[in-house]
């Protein structure tokens, strides 16, 4: 998040109800804040309400602040995947219903490496699919993720077209999202899966 939202929910947490009702930037971190702990309980329906409270009530301010850094993550969340469309390289794709794991990864990222072995623990201790998905992947791509595949027997690769993607952005990676239903139920970095039930 940036400084200014930094601060802002720092004041929150520290604001009684008047303060914060007095003072439009105080409303609109709180709302943020909002956003940020359902999204991180997996509340969808809860994310989802403070987050058009927070662009129907304080656009204008917002684009004057500044966007959060979590805030293109967050957008996410309630969005369609559409898993039948992914390119599966390796491993099944995890039916719909079940609670599943994505990393959207690129294998000459180093970073991304580590987050795809890190998940394949996760899937593990959670008893979990995990898929390891790379957003627009090539055959070069493929070729140059075949040592990690051989490393993650329980982990499922995938190639997506970021255009069946629609409002769901990883263009940034090595991100996670959360889908359950084919829905993003939660979506940000590893870092911040420690604040959600699948704490790793």
């Avoid at 996410?76 to 898993?83: D, H, K, L, M, Q």
């Amino acid at each position: 998040m940036t400084a200014i939202f930094a601060f802002l929910v720092g004041l929150v947490a520290s604001a009684s109800p008047s303060a914060v009702a007095a003072r439009p930037s105080m409303a609109i971190a709180k709302t943020y804040l909002e956003l940020v702990q359902a999204a991180d309980a997996f509340d969808v329906d809860d994310a989802v309400a403070a987050r058009d409270r927070l662009f129907g009530q304080h656009s204008e301010s917002i684009r004057r602040l500044g966007a959060p850094a979590r805030l293109p993550a967050l957008m996410a969340i309630g969005e369609r995947v559409p898993t039948r469309a992914f390119d599966w390289w390796r491993g099944p794709a995890p039916a719909p219903e079940e609670r599943t794991l994505v990393v959207w990864w690129h294998p000459d990222r180093h970073d991304s490496l580590r987050v795809v072995l890190g998940a394949q623990s996760l899937g593990e201790f959670y008893d979990m699919p995990i898929v390891a998905a790379i957003p627009d992947g090539t055959v070069r791509d493929r070729k140059a993720a075949g040592r990690l595949i051989a490393i993650c027997p329980d982990v499922a690769f995938a190639a997506v077209s970021t255009r069946i993607l629609g409002d769901v952005d990883v263009g940034d990676v090595p991100q996670v999202s959360v889908l359950q239903d084919n829905l993003v139920v939660w979506q940000g970095s590893w870092e911040e899966l420690h604040q959600t039930p699948l704490s790793p």
